[in-house]
């Protein structure tokens, strides 16, 4: 597990605890929706110059790592091995991401596709880039610069935090 300090490069992703209530909501949901109930609630891509790009529930915003100081964070750096084209690619794509709601529909839709409830509605809501959770626009940034984080046939925006946790053992 990858909780020591490290040196993100930029296009890494992390992965964090939230604390509180909300955390304790998010890793319910992310039970239901069939991940390991865990600490890793959060996740966003790391830009560069000390800044990452995360979707929280006022919109995705550029934030500094320094918020994050003294909390639980795995990062990918060394589990994903990226080229320098991926790594500023995955970074562009996570900053035209600043700004995209954040909806409670993305977490209805994830349950859905979870339960095998295959409805239209479910899929374009997941797949969609117009609202996203954490986890989506991290999977989004990568998948617009041409790297596929998950191998086994999920859709597009399937995602949860704790499912990019266990993708880096953490």
Known sequence: MTTAPVQPLPGDFFV?????????????????NGSRFGHWDHAGVFVGDGQVVEAEPGGARLANVDEYAG???AWSTGHVQLTDAERTGIAAAARSFIGVPYSAADYFALALWHFRVRIPWAKHVMTSQSSMICSQLTDA????AGVHLFKDG??????TPADLAQLIGA
């Open 16 to 32: 964090v605890k939230v604390d509180g209530p909300v955390g304790v909501l998010i890793s319910v949901g992310e039970f239901l």
């Open 71 to 73: 909390r639980p964070i």
């Open 141 to 144: 940034a990568y998948a617009v």
């Open 154 to 159: 999920r859709e597009p925006g399937d995602v």
